[in-house]
């Protein structure tokens, strides 16, 4: 049985794994534990260039990185050389000792593209056939892809590309129903996800728009998939895994975290990033982004916003935030803006 297989059997009904992402930038180490922690089913790494595995910099060493607590892990790497990608394959495979390794050819970025990699790759199916079969020859793990629906509305067809996944040896396919030329604009269209489901024997993992739990609930609904993939919706939201998992069991969604909460929570991501990272200060600038979605929607934020993205140790971080509490959350009078439902419980 599949990778995904074993993990679909390990769960109550309905049985739909929840899958962290692959992000870059994003999806690191200590945010993939922090997602694991809310309930992430698997994660996944963020893409790794095959090229820049095989040069072995650093860099990509640390990219490829990940603790035993946060397995089922995939390793996602991209490239546009089939037996480049099999060598880099062989090479994770062998040296990291991933769950899986899976295969991007989604990545709409002009720099990756260009070079075929990505979504490039689906201007050509020859292509990504022989991608697929050189990496799932390469190593004895599952190997899974994501795609999108086609690289632009003219080739658009999600079945035939998940076929041919399928067909060159691919065990799960992750679709991202919009094409590279739409980039994110739209709505994903999760009709293509069933579509998909309908078209393939392998499981098929849906992705895109899954912003509060419930929209788990209905994309499973919708599309029949069988597991579901998150990204934006979890930045500052980690426990949006929690609340999808309610919502797929038909249970009560649990609220947001109160502001106090999502502080300690922020606090311990920041501290484990700094403690992963090799050098404190890039870490603390790295954390950036995260300190601007943990925040999102509270009173004030885009003062609190200015003063966290001055800070440069955890201490100030931790420092900032602590003020913040002091002057909004021990006044019986503060009260939160319009935007997040549930941020001061
Ligand atoms: C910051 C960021 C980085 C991303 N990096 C990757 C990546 O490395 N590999 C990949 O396959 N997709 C990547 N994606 C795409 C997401 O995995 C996902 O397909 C897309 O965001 C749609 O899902 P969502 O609506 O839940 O955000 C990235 C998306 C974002 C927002």
Same mark, same amino acid.
């Given at each position: 049985?599949?990778?995904? #297989?074993?993990?679909?059997? $390990? ?9 962290? $992402?692959? /992000? ?10 922090? &997602? ?10 963020? @893409? ?27 390793? =996602? ?18 040296? @990291?000792? +991933? ?6 050819? !989604? *990545?709409?970025?002009?720099?990756? %593209?260009?070079?075929? #990699? ?15 079969? $050189? ?6 793990? +599952? ?18 590309? #998940?076929?041919? *996944? ?34 393939? =024997? ?10 509060? #739990? ?7 609904? %919708?599309?029949? *998939? ?9 930045? !500052? ?5 929690? /609340?999808?998992?309610?919502?797929? &069991? ?19 991501? $920041? ?12 870490? %603390? ?6 300190? !601007? ?12 916003? =200015?003063?966290?993205? /001055? ?14 509490? =002091? ?19």
């Amino acid at each position: 049985m599949s990778m995904t #297989g074993k993990v679909v059997s $390990a769960y109550p009904a309905p049985s739909v794994p929840l899958y962290l $992402a692959p /992000q870059a930038g994003v999806s690191e180490s200590p945010f993939r534990r922090l &997602c694991r922690r809310f309930g992430a089913d698997v994660v996944l790494s963020e @893409f790794v260039s095959a090229e820049g595995i095989l040069h072995g910099n650093d860099r990509t060493m640390d990219y490829l990185r990940f603790d035993e607590d946060e397995r089922p892990i995939g390793v =996602q790497i991209f490239g546009a050389h089939p037996s480049r990608m099999a060598d880099a394959a062989a090479f994770v495979a062998e040296t @990291f000792r +991933p769950d899986f390794i899976d295969i991007n050819f !989604g *990545c709409p970025v002009k720099k990756v %593209v260009k070079r075929n #990699g990505g979504s490039g790759c689906l201007r050509d199916l020859s292509l990504v056939s022989r991608i697929v079969a $050189a990496v799932a020859t390469a190593t004895p793990l +599952p190997t899974t892809v994501k795609i999108r629906s086609g690289y632009d509305q003219e080739t658009r067809d999600p079945v035939r590309i #998940g076929k041919v *996944c399928e067909d060159a040896g691919a065990e799960a396919i992750a679709l991202h129903p919009r094409t590279r030329t739409e980039m994110y604009s739209g709505k994903a269209n999760w009709d293509e996800i069933r579509a998909l489901k309908e078209g393939v =024997q392998v499981p098929v993992i849906g992705n895109g728009d899954i912003r509060v #739990g419930e929209d788990a609930r209905r994309m499973w609904e %919708v599309t029949g *998939c069988d597991a579901i993939m998150i990204a934006r919706g979890s930045h !500052g939201d980690p426990w949006l895994f929690r /609340q999808a998992r309610a919502a797929l &069991c038909g249970d009560p969604v649990p609220p947001d975290p109160g502001v106090e909460e999502r502080f300690q929570i922020c606090l311990e991501h $920041a501290k484990n990033a700094v403690s992963y990272g090799g050098n404190p200060q890039r870490a %603390v600038i790295e954390f950036r982004k995260h300190l !601007g979605w943990y925040i999102k929607g509270l009173p004030s934020a885009r003062e609190l916003r =200015q003063e966290l993205f /001055q800070a440069r140790s955890l201490q100030e971080i931790r420092d900032r935030l602590e003020r913040y509490r =002091q002057d909004h959350l021990t006044r019986p009078s503060a009260r939160r803006e319009p935007g997040r439902a549930t941020a001061v419980s």
